[in-house]
């Protein structure tokens, strides 16, 4: 009988710290997870910063190649023209072959800096596919934290489409901004649907982050109205 008893009470202490373990077990999992995502998410950062270095390096270094070009073939233009102090478009004195070689070469260099850009531009709008801004309609403070949760909550979405928030400073008009960052485009995307049919939608805006040219353009419309 005092064998029986004793055979009970190992299994149950057995069973207790299977228990533990097991709990345990689950925390040292989920805290392996969250490092792990931390370094996959800190090195995918890592990488872009690299890559958008890679193309600032490139851009500056076909720039400057496109301004060097550009001066040298105008100089030489100006220096070999009888009337250097006439426009080359109406020069009488030079040949319309010097003017297509010269506009040949500017519009060659100017396709070339343009294309540059384009694919700059390319890249910067695959990493935006899934990142918003949201903006104050009013100088007011947005109702909600700078956290996943809270955002999501105002947002009328699931807190798990939602990777991290980073608050912004305000912008020029000084409405408060944050800058949200959703696990996919498609989360973005549903995000914002849900958002816009929401009352919340009366306090904020959720937008896409523009990229470099599209900040030029907007800037060069702006300037021509």
């Given at each position: 009988?005092?064998?029986?008893?004793?055979?009970?009470?190992l299994e149950t202490r057995f069973r207790e710290l299977s228990k533990v373990l097991s709990e345990e077990l689950k925390v040292l999992v989920k805290d392996v997870e969250a490092r792990m995502e931390e370094r996959f998410r800190t090195k995918s950062r890592k990488d872009d910063e690299e890559i958008q270095r890679l193309f600032n390096d490139l851009s500056g270094r076909e720039q400057?190649?496109?301004?060097?070009?550009?001066?040298?073939?105008?100089?030489?233009?100006?220096?070999n023209?009888?009337?250097?102090?006439v426009a080359l478009d109406t020069d009488p004195f030079s040949s319309p072959c010097d003017k297509h070689n010269a506009f040949e070469v500017i519009a060659g260099?100017?396709?070339a800096n343009f294309q540059a850009q384009r694919a700059q531009d390319q890249f910067e709008r695959v990493q935006l596919y899934s990142v918003r801004h949201l903006r104050s309609k009013s100088t007011a403070a947005l109702p909600c934290a700078p956290?996943?949760?809270?955002?999501?909550?105002?947002l009328c979405c699931e807190p798990s489409s939602i990777e991290y928030v980073e608050q912004l400073r305000v912008n020029g008009l000084g409405k408060p901004r944050m800058?949200?960052?959703?696990?996919?485009?498609?989360?973005a995307a549903a995000a914002y649907h849900s958002f816009r049919a929401s009352p919340n939608s009366t306090h904020a805006v959720l937008e896409h982050?523009?990229?470099h040219l599209q900040n030029t353009l907007i800037d060069l419309a702006i300037r021509l109205q």
């Open positions: 009988m005092a064998a029986d008893e004793c055979l009970k009470l400057t190649r496109v301004n060097q070009e550009l001066a040298k073939a105008l100089r030489g233009y100006e220096v023209r009888v009337t250097a102090d260099i100017s396709l956290s996943p949760f809270d955002v999501s909550r105002f800058l949200v960052h959703f696990t996919s485009g498609e989360a982050k523009r990229t």
